[in-house]
């Protein structure tokens, strides 16, 4: 694209002529300065107002001409802001646009904080909503370690051993290890990540309060003595009462939202013009 | 600790006996059959000392992993150089679950962590991404509107937009208005610091995965690093209560005198608990770990050196930006001490480095040092334990070489991301595939809690690793044994005779020539093999200079030292054009109790231990595999990942 075409589309451009244009305009029409037709009115409340954002960036009250500035920018951000709506410069600019569709959705959301559930309500978010509240499986178990390559029928002496009763610590078969020799209940993240992939879900094949295996771990063979396997489950609604009610919440705030906006939606009738398939080609 | 019935060690024959003996006797009976109470069984049954060893504990059993440094898309320079993921992202991703990075691609960790800070930093944050949304508060700014339309066009706009907000931030011109609102003393700060909070409790699940909130303090002089990471233990109510300190004028300082003053304010107005790390002495040009002055030339004084130790008990001691445990020319005779050095300048490279600056910068000297210091003020400013953390500017806490996400979002998975220059001055230049795929902080905490994590990070019983989830332990004592390494729980043993790494060593029983120390480590589950386990000493000796040595005290494979007492290399097994390696080298698990052979107890010393893997593919390696591209002879294929603990100390005194 050559700069003039670029030219051309910039929006800058448009407003650059436009604002031409129309200045041009105004003063062939009304020869003179026209009367002042509007009041501004900087009362004692907004005063105070520019003092305090003043003093919130500079940790201090402004002095009387740094006021008196602040003042006369008041006005002047006043005056540019009547002039702009004057000719409609808040259409169609995407900031102001998508800063006035925040400030309505902020106050639907804002009045969902307010919401209460009644009574059951929370209990029946829980049902329906069960897998988000769900509690992983956990298990607390006791293990020996037996090293990588210990022959599976000494293995076996060593079971046996330990389901007859035996205390044993590390000699020539039970090898010294740095893994916790008991685990408390932990769920299957905590426990492969100390032993590896697939340890857990072999312990939760075993049966509690005896000493079985082998089970292999990323290290080698362990024996192991399960004592306690909690299956996964939902808590009740006491336990989790806070969780479940920010999540009601959030689902609440959500679904207001969208029916405030069907019923905005409801007043429009909408057409949709797809541009020709050629024209967007030759884009 | 012994603990088999016959009160002695059972061996295989043993065994077999006490097994075949068991079955011939009967298993005794029901519950009910407990016989008759005689003052006998009585008296047995109230020791006072538990028979059960997994009773009455409290110590930690396993290493908790996790991160101290993590950014998001909150921090200024992390939002402009692309990352669009938000601290929930980030705590998703830290849990486990896969998340799309900012560049588009599916990433998840092999494991989850159990515990992140997100430390964004304070100066400005929340800016880069509202500058994104384009909110309306900030793009009423001439500059921000300015930027926020650059941005969000992408591409070259986005650069050149970047580009231009560096360059105006670094002259000074940036609106102080418009600074302010991301400054302490603005509403919108202050909203964004609650939302921060609010994130954490969120997150924050106790037993299963801990949010600690904390922020970054960036002080920069002159281009030199001085940041801290600062972390609280506690909870929102308190939290809430502050916002993040920062180094800018006039609400911040980039003094570290005027942050422990804040850190001092919030334990004194909330009745709660902070602490600051240090980070990336590599790139202070020497302002780090000063011996004499502050950064600003002026004296230590009793309150410097007291402050510094009181607020800042650890020090991170490896990330992104380099290794900062040993230089090679500070420790010419530790043939590991020059492991993914940063040495070219400052944090911004403005200015060149020279040699006489790498003692302020380097932990192992700074440790040194702190010892000279305490001789003067009695008390020691650098008496640190070690952490390593990522300093990812993704909101992805990545430090596997396989799965390494880059330091800012411009720097995620690529094909020519390795040649890129990630910094090039005058003063010399950064290439990207220097970059370091680490680290991570693993903590001896006895549960997965604010409280609990928070509480060994004060007490140093943490340690660094580059990446690899390494178990490591280290006890230090004057009467462990050999015998002692046959326990099936080391820890009791270790507890009851010694000190946790990060401890000092008890006072010196009457008649103890030497104190000595019981080591293990366990290689990653899913990780490499152990090349050896070293203890680094370092001491000060009566003309007041300090001396350090390294020891390997545990190796693999049944190597044999060298005349030389040089260990020889364990090997390699990598197979760098298919990115692999194999476990066929090296030992699973290392352990041994060492005996320092040249103590002198008139001395005052440290010791920590440093494991070093047998060699595994870097990341370049990893990411010349995936993307089919040969690797450039002068990038570095192999490395030897690593563990660094907390120091044990010595003093005569005590």
């Known amino acids: 694209?050559?700069?003039?075409?670029?030219?051309?589309?910039?929006?800058?451009?448009?407003?650059?002529?436009?604002?031409?244009?129309?200045?041009?305009?105004?003063?062939?029409?009304?020869?003179?300065?026209?009367?002042?037709?509007?009041?501004?009115?900087?009362?004692?409340?907004?005063?105070?107002q520019l003092a305090k954002s003043h003093q919130s960036v500079w940790r201090r009250p402004p002095t009387a001409e740094e006021l008196s500035n602040l003042i006369n920018e008041a006005v002047r951000e006043e005056v540019y802001y009547r002039e702009a709506i004057a000719l409609g410069l808040d259409r169609n600019d995407t900031v102001i646009r998508r800063r006035l569709r925040q400030k309505m959705e902020f106050l639907t959301v804002s009045g969902a904080e307010l919401l209460k559930p009644s009574a059951g309500e929370l209990d029946a978010h829980l049902t329906a909503n069960e897998k988000s509240f769900q509690r992983a499986p956990q298990i607390a178990f006791e293990q020996i370690f037996l090293g990588e390559t210990t022959a599976p029928e000494d293995i076996m002496i060593v079971l046996k051993a330990l389901q007859t009763g035996a205390e044993i610590e590390p000699a020539s078969l039970v090898k010294r290890s740095l893994l916790p020799a008991v685990y408390p209940l932990s769920r299957a993240i905590s426990i492969d990540g100390s032993f590896g992939k697939g340890f857990f879900e072999q312990l939760s094949k075993?049966?509690?309060?005896?000493?079985?295996?082998?089970?292999?771990?990323?290290?080698?063979?362990?024996?192991?003595?399960?004592?306690?396997?909690?299956?996964?489950?939902?808590?009740?609604?006491?336990?989790?009462?806070?969780?479940?009610?920010?999540?009601?919440?959030?689902?609440?705030?959500?679904?207001?939202?969208?029916?405030?906006?069907?019923?905005?939606?409801?007043?429009?009738v909408v057409e949709v013009h797809q541009p020709d398939k050629n024209a967007l080609e030759s884009q | 600790m012994k603990r088999n019935i016959a009160g002695e060690k059972m061996t295989l024959q043993k065994l077999a006996t006490a097994s075949?003996?068991?079955?011939?006797?009967?298993?005794?009976?029901?519950?009910?059959?407990?016989?008759?109470?005689?003052?006998?069984?009585?008296?047995?049954?109230?020791?006072?000392?538990?028979?059960?060893?997994?009773?009455?504990?409290?110590?930690?059993?396993?290493?908790?992993?996790?991160?101290?440094?993590?950014?998001?898309?909150?921090?200024?320079?992390?939002?402009?150089?692309?990352?669009?993921?938000?601290?929930?992202?980030?705590?998703?991703?830290?849990?486990?679950?896969?998340?799309?990075?900012s560049s588009g691609q599916a990433v998840r960790l092999s494991r989850p962590l159990d515990w992140l800070v997100i430390a964004d930093h304070s100066d400005g944050m929340g800016m880069i991404s509202d500058m994104?949304?384009?909110?309306?508060?900030?793009?009423?700014?001439?500059?921000?509107?300015?930027?926020?339309?650059?941005?969000?066009?992408?591409?070259?706009?986005?650069?050149?937009?970047?580009?231009?907000?560096?360059?105006?931030?670094?002259?000074?011109?940036?609106?102080?208005?418009?600074?302010?609102?991301?400054?302490?003393?603005?509403k919108l700060y202050k909203n964004l610091w609650e939302k921060v909070v609010a994130d954490a409790e969120t997150f924050n699940d106790p037993g299963l995965f801990t949010a600690l909130i904390g922020f970054e303090w960036t002080s920069l002089i002159k281009g030199n690093n001085m940041h801290r990471v600062v972390i609280m233990r506690d909870g929102s109510v308190r939290a809430r209560q502050?916002?993040?300190?920062?180094?800018?004028?006039?609400?911040?300082?980039?003094?570290?005198?005027?942050?422990?003053?804040?850190?001092?304010?919030?334990?004194?107005?909330?009745?709660?608990?902070?602490?600051a790390i240090a980070h990336n002495g590599n790139l202070s040009n020497g302002i780090m770990?000063?011996?004499?002055?502050?950064?600003?030339?002026?004296?230590?004084?009793?309150?410097?050196?007291?402050?510094?130790?009181?607020?800042?008990?650890?020090?991170?001691?490896?990330?992104?930006?380099?290794?900062?445990?040993?230089?090679?020319?500070?420790?010419?005779?530790?043939?590991?001490?020059?492991?993914?050095?940063?040495?070219?300048?400052?944090?911004?490279?403005?200015?060149?480095?020279?040699?006489?600056?790498?003692?302020?910068?380097?932990?192992?000297?700074?440790?040194?040092?702190?010892?000279?210091?305490?001789?003067?003020?009695?008390?020691?400013?650098?008496?640190?334990?070690?952490?390593?953390?990522?300093?990812?500017?993704?909101?992805?806490?990545?430090?596997?070489?396989?799965?390494?996400?880059?330091?800012?979002?411009?720097?995620?998975?690529?094909?020519?991301?390795?040649?890129?220059?990630?910094?090039?001055?005058?003063?010399?230049?950064?290439?990207?595939?220097?970059?370091?795929s680490s680290g991570l902080a693993a903590v001896w905490a006895t549960e997965n809690t604010r409280e609990a994590i928070f509480d060994a990070m004060e007490r140093k019983e943490v340690y660094g690793t580059t990446g690899p989830r390494i178990a490591v332990r280290i006890f230090g004592g004057w009467e462990f044994t050999e015998q002692d390494l046959n326990s099936r729980m080391v820890a009791v043993v270790g507890y009851q005779k010694g000190s946790p790494m990060g401890g000092d060593l008890r006072a010196r029983p009457e008649g103890a020539k030497a104190p000595n120390f019981m080591v293990f480590a366990l290689r990653d589950p899913i990780g490499a093999n152990l090349d050896r386990i070293q203890i680094v000493k370092g001491w000060l000796a009566p003309d007041g200079k300090t001396h350090e040595k390294v020891y390997d005290v545990a190796w693999?494979?049944?190597?044999?030292?060298?005349?030389?007492?040089?260990?020889?290399?364990?090997?390699?097994?990598?197979?760098?054009?298919?990115?692999?390696?194999?476990?066929?080298?090296?030992?699973?698990?290392?352990?041994?109790?060492?005996?320092?052979?040249?103590?002198?107890?008139?001395?005052?010393?440290?010791?920590?231990?440093?494991?070093?893997?047998?060699?595994?593919?870097?990341?370049?390696?990893y990411d010349a595999f995936r993307f089919g591209i040969e690797l450039p002879k002068d990038i570095p294929a192999i490395t030897q990942e690593r563990a660094y603990t907390s120091p044990i100390w010595y003093d005569p005194k005590s």
């Open chain 2, 132 to 186: 994104m949304d384009a909110k309306p508060e900030l793009v009423a700014y001439e500059q921000a509107a300015r930027w926020s339309e650059g941005l969000q066009a992408g591409g070259d706009s986005a650069v050149n937009a970047a580009l231009d907000l560096i360059t105006t931030f670094s002259q000074g011109q940036v609106d102080p208005e418009m600074f302010a609102l991301y400054s302490p003393g603005s």
């Open chain 2, 556 to 621: 693999s494979d049944d190597r044999v030292p060298g005349e030389d007492g040089k260990l020889p290399a364990v090997g390699n097994t990598v197979d760098i054009a298919n990115a692999n390696w194999t476990n066929t080298i090296g030992a699973s698990e290392l352990t041994a109790v060492w005996t320092d052979p040249s103590f002198d107890a008139e001395q005052k010393a440290f010791y920590y231990a440093r494991v070093i893997e047998i060699p595994t593919p870097r990341w370049t390696t």
């Open chain 2, 289 to 436: 770990f000063p011996l004499e002055a502050q950064w600003n030339g002026v004296a230590f004084d009793d309150t410097y050196v007291s402050e510094r130790n009181k607020w800042e008990p650890l020090y991170e001691v490896t990330q992104i930006k380099g290794d900062g445990e040993a230089h090679p020319f500070l420790s010419p005779d530790d043939e590991f001490a020059d492991y993914e050095t940063w040495d070219i300048g400052n944090l911004d490279a403005s200015v060149a480095k020279t040699d006489d600056m790498l003692a302020g910068e380097y932990a192992r000297e700074a440790l040194k040092r702190g010892l000279k210091i305490e001789t003067k003020f009695g008390i020691n400013p650098y008496k640190f334990g070690m952490i390593g953390s990522t300093d990812s500017h993704t909101s992805l806490a990545t430090a596997d070489e396989d799965n390494f996400f880059g330091k800012h979002s411009g720097y995620e998975p690529k094909a020519n991301r390795m040649t890129h220059p990630f910094m090039k001055t005058d003063q010399g230049t950064i290439t990207g595939w220097q970059m370091v």
């Open chain 1, 206 to 268: 075993l049966s509690p309060g005896i000493w079985s295996g082998p089970v292999v771990s990323a290290y080698g063979n362990h024996l192991i003595r399960i004592h306690d396997h909690k299956p996964g489950y939902t808590p009740a609604l006491e336990e989790i009462h806070q969780a479940v009610f920010e999540h009601w919440k959030a689902e609440k705030a959500r679904s207001i939202q969208e029916l405030q906006y069907q019923n905005f939606r409801k007043r429009y």
């Open chain 2, 242 to 275: 502050v916002v993040p300190f920062t180094q800018t004028a006039p609400q911040g300082s980039p003094d570290p005198r005027d942050l422990w003053k804040y850190l001092t304010n919030y334990e004194n107005d909330t009745h709660g608990e902070i602490l």
């Open chain 2, 20 to 101: 075949a003996l068991a079955m011939m006797i009967a298993w005794p009976a029901l519950a009910q059959d407990t016989g008759t109470a005689t003052k006998k069984s009585l008296s047995s049954a109230y020791t006072g000392k538990a028979y059960s060893p997994y009773a009455h504990r409290s110590f930690p059993e396993r290493p908790l992993w996790g991160d101290t440094h993590l950014h998001t898309s909150l921090s200024m320079d992390a939002g402009l150089f692309g990352n669009r993921l938000t601290p929930r992202q980030a705590y998703r991703f830290a849990r486990g679950e896969e998340v799309i990075s």
């Open chain 1, 1 to 48: 694209m050559d700069l003039a075409k670029r030219l051309l589309l910039e929006p800058l451009t448009h407003f650059i002529v436009l604002g031409g244009l129309i200045f041009a305009a105004y003063s062939a029409l009304s020869g003179a300065t026209p009367a002042p037709s509007e009041i501004i009115v900087i009362g004692p409340e907004r005063i105070a």
